[in-house]
């Protein structure tokens, strides 16, 4: 339900953008996020944007180099994570992640156990 893709190897300095196809669901009633995984590190929190794309966070190491955006079509919701300015240590798979919205006000998290669909990951090689 939820399909990836963007990823790929870029100079660092460079820009790549991901994609992410959401569908199968009411996914206009999820907070949309990306997380990443490093050789060898636990998979960590990037970036989330809430319904309506009103809200938005990100781990401070990518605050001012990425962005994320979200479209909310009828039949697929796509999320994107704009990465500029990518660093050898950006290098990770890159995974979409969705958390239903189950109450008025709900937070974005920033622990992946919260969140209720992942999408399969997409490889970034930052080189130097």
């Known amino acids: 339900q939820l399909q990836a893709s963007g990823g790929g190897l870029v100079q660092a300095g460079g820009s790549l953008r991901l994609s992410c196809a959401a569908s199968?669901?009411?996914?206009?009633?999820?907070?949309m996020a990306w997380f990443r995984q490093a050789p060898g590190k636990e998979r960590e929190f990037v970036a989330a944007?809430?319904?309506?794309?009103?809200?938005?966070?990100?781990v401070d190491s990518v605050k001012g180099r990425f962005t994320i955006s979200r479209d909310d079509a009828k039949n697929t919701v796509r999320s994107y994570l704009q990465m500029d300015g990518l660093k050898p240590e950006d290098t990770a798979v890159y995974y979409c992640?969705?958390?239903?919205?189950?109450?008025?006000?709900?937070?974005?998290?920033?622990?992946?156990?919260?969140?209720?669909?992942w999408g399969q990951g997409t490889l970034v090689t930052v080189s130097s």
């Open positions: 944007i809430g319904t309506g794309g009103r809200t938005s966070d990100y």
């Open positions: 199968g669901r009411i996914f206009t009633s999820y907070v």
């Open positions: 992640a969705a958390d239903a919205v189950r109450a008025i006000g709900w937070a974005i998290s920033r622990d992946k156990a919260d969140y209720d669909y």
